[in-house]
């Protein structure tokens, strides 16, 4: 991506990706059983998918700067403990909707804190949060809730809000916002140029340090929201469990979109379609009646041979860049 225009090949990638959605719809629609409605499922496709593409804003947003997160889920996990103490201790929704936000957003500002001062590779950084911020979670559910058992009940519906009522229109009203930024903000075309190289940014009088640090403070709003919407979804939260895994579905939702895992290309656009070819690749293989084991053997392979295949090309292309 150019200056905040798709070359060719991301414009191929996204045709083929609303292509494949759309051929997946259809197969769906033909493996749905009598008397199953095509509508609900369609209707639920925006709430079930929205914390993955939520969280895939999050880690396009990052890798448009050459770095990753893999502490995403560890990350939900904590906001998702803070979300419970405060509902076990009778707090209102509003707050216990903010402490899940605000913990998303301050962890992920930490981490981008941790990686332009210390100067470490983002993957060590985060690869060290994984484990750190899932022991954090159960850390605080253990000292918030006397006798925590290992998992946080939230059975009154008010709590529940933005998860099972307002999914939808959180995801839509941030997926505007995020395209809308992306086609005519000057932010997000700086990431992508601190991704392609961040000597030509401090040459040209841009600051990369403060450019990645915006990177991982907008990631932390989306992620703000993938956790809200994925913590009031459950009526049972457990920190060590939660989403565990997720971080692969997210990477491969990005990569599939066309975003360069080593920065500096790609797109918010290709990262939605790309979680919801994933999603109604799961959705097939359910109507097909396939097995649960068989469809994460099959989501798995189709994600580590799009994320191999995008690090051969991107890895070649480099190489020809260099001979040219």
């Not at 990686?115 to 022991?135: D, H, N, S």
């Amino acid at each position: 991506m150019i200056h905040g225009r798709l070359d060719y090949r991301h414009r191929r990638r996204i045709y083929f990706l609303l292509a494949g959605n759309l051929l997946l719809l259809g197969l769906i629609r033909v493996l749905l059983k009598e008397g199953s409605s095509f509508a609900e499922v369609l209707r639920r496709a925006g709430p079930d998918v929205a914390p993955v593409i939520l969280a895939g804003l999050a880690m396009t947003s990052v890798i448009f700067v050459g770095a990753i997160d893999l502490s995403v889920a560890s990350i939900i996990a904590v906001a998702g403990s803070a979300f419970g103490v405060l509902v076990h201790h009778d707090q209102p929704p509003w707050i216990c909707y903010f402490a899940c936000l605000a913990a998303a957003w301050v962890l992920s500002m930490w981490n981008g804190y941790l990686i332009r001062t210390l100067k470490i590779p983002a993957i060590i950084v985060t690869l060290a949060g994984l484990p750190f911020y899932r022991g954090l979670a159960l850390i605080v559910a253990d000292l918030g809730i006397p006798d925590f058992g290992g998992n946080i009940s939230v059975y009154d519906a008010a709590y529940h809000q933005p998860g099972k009522f307002y999914a939808g229109w959180i995801l839509l009203a941030t997926i505007i916002a995020a395209l809308i930024w992306e086609a005519f903000g000057r932010t997000p075309r700086q990431w992508l140029a601190r991704g392609n190289s961040e000597e030509a940014c401090r040459l040209l009088g841009m600051k990369p340090e403060r450019i990645l640090q915006s990177a991982f403070c907008a990631a932390g709003i989306f992620l703000g929201f993938a956790a809200l919407i994925a913590v009031t979804r459950l009526q049972a939260i457990e920190p060590g469990r939660m989403l565990v895994g997720f971080e692969l579905h997210i990477v491969g939702a990005v990569v599939l979109g066309g975003t360069n895992i080593f920065g500096g290309e790609g797109s918010f656009g290709g990262t939605i379609l790309g979680a919801f070819f994933l999603y109604f690749i799961s959705q097939a293989l359910t109507y097909a009646g396939a097995s649960a084991y068989f469809q994460e053997a099959i989501t798995g392979a189709v994600i580590l041979a799009v994320i191999g295949l995008d690090c051969a090309i991107h890895r070649r292309q480099k190489q020809l860049d260099e001979l040219a």
